[in-house]
């Protein structure tokens, strides 16, 4: 069944489009796993992409899986293999060649200490890994091909094959429409998934990145959250749960989601929270989780509620929000790197990369959809 269009999801998705750019622009001033340009730090900022990191990507998912079995009743097993592989591995690929390679050869020259080599062999041996890896190489993986923050690409296309799998070998069966989830039940959810990535955290702490199976970047420490939303939105979107979340569970989520934020927040940024066996990391990965949780069920009731309404201006930035993912990468880095030579504090420098770099993302993105059969796709 196709779902209908949903314009406060719309919205939602272009305030979260916001977060993901404010989430780039602090890396350089907020935390040390920014590697593109590092620059004075400013704690409030870690704060903030702390906060950020507890749900803006696992609601990304959760919207994402809702509308993905509707696209799969409607197009069946090719078309809708045929349509992601356009939509999303496409653009991948074409980010990685012409975005990921020059930012990383770039890196490469300036703060590797190798010197100057030619882009081909940079590409060939280091990018590709042919070379073999050298004895001094600082990390923070080998060979330096990656896919930046278009790994949640890559996740959608796994998770879309594994859906479209189980739907070949099982039926669907028709469902009743049963209440949405009470608010015990939801936090009980929160705790378990909490709890689940606690336990991963022994071995993979909150910041660490892998290639799971050797190809799938991934982020251990999240990977509960991200799984749990993805039973959650092709389980809800049977029930349109997001059409149907009741508002006074919604916005009771909502404060206590922005509680746990809160309480994030305060903690101070310290590794003793990321992982291992302390009371300290599992209080922070079982508040991350509430958040995560209660969040994800807040705001598109907070949205539903008061932002269901849709201008001109809205539904083009909403049009945008995909392509403004894929490219506001090097905007944001190329804005962190002009800001270096400033003397000023690190938090005007931040105010200053996020005031130009979100429109200026909307903008590049509104003309490269203007041309032939991009916007069909982006």
Avoid at 185 to 198: E, H, M, Q, Y
Avoid at 239 to 263: D, H
Avoid at 302 to 320: E, I, V, Y
């Amino acid at each position: 069944m196709k779902k209908e269009r949903l314009v406060y999801i719309e919205n939602l998705r272009i305030f979260l489009i916001v977060l993901v750019l404010l989430q780039h622009a602090a890396r350089a001033y907020g935390t040390e796993v920014w590697w593109f340009v590092t620059d004075r730090q400013a704690p409030l900022l870690e704060r903030l992409t702390a906060v950020n990191s507890s749900f803006f990507m696992s609601l990304f998912f959760v919207i994402s899986f809702y509308f993905m079995g509707g696209s799969y009743d409607t197009k069946g097993f090719l078309l809708f293999h045929r349509d992601r592989f356009l939509r999303l591995c496409v653009p991948l690929l074409v980010y990685i060649a012409l975005v990921v390679a020059p930012m990383m050869y770039c890196y490469f020259i300036l703060y590797r200490g190798y010197g100057t080599i030619p882009f081909q062999r940079y590409l060939t041996g280091y990018f590709f890994g042919m070379a073999g890896e050298p004895s001094s190489w600082g990390g923070p993986s080998w060979p330096d091909i990656n896919f930046g923050h278009l790994w949640f690409l890559e996740h959608l296309l796994v998770y879309g094959a594994l859906y479209s799998l189980v739907r070949l070998a099982v039926k669907p069966k028709e469902t009743a429409r049963k209440d949405f989830p009470s608010l015990r039940k939801i936090l009980l959810a929160g705790f378990l998934v909490g709890l689940a990535s606690f336990f991963i955290r022994l071995s993979f702490p909150l910041y660490r990145w892998i290639g799971l199976l050797g190809c799938i970047q991934a982020e251990p420490a999240h990977v509960p959250f991200y799984l749990a939303m993805f039973y959650a939105g092709i389980y809800g979107a049977k029930r349109e749960w997001l059409s149907r979340i009741p508002e006074r569970t919604g916005f009771a989520c909502l404060g206590i989601g922005l509680a746990c934020a809160i309480v994030i927040a305060c903690l101070r940024p310290d590794p003793v929270y990321f992982g291992g066996f302390t009371a300290a990391a599992l209080l922070y990965a079982l508040v991350e989780s509430c958040a995560c949780f209660s969040l994800v069920v807040g705001f598109p009731c907070a949205f539903r509620r008061f932002a269901n309404m849709q201008t001109p201006f809205l539904k083009t930035l909403s049009a945008n929000t995909y392509m403004v993912y894929i490219v506001h990468l090097p905007v944001v880095v190329v804005l962190q790197y002009a800001a270096l030579p400033l003397g000023v504090n690190p938090y005007c420098k931040f105010f200053g990369v996020s005031l130009v770099s979100v429109p200026l993302s909307f903008c590049l993105s509104y003309f490269l959809r203007k041309i032939p059969y991009n916007a069909k796709y982006v």
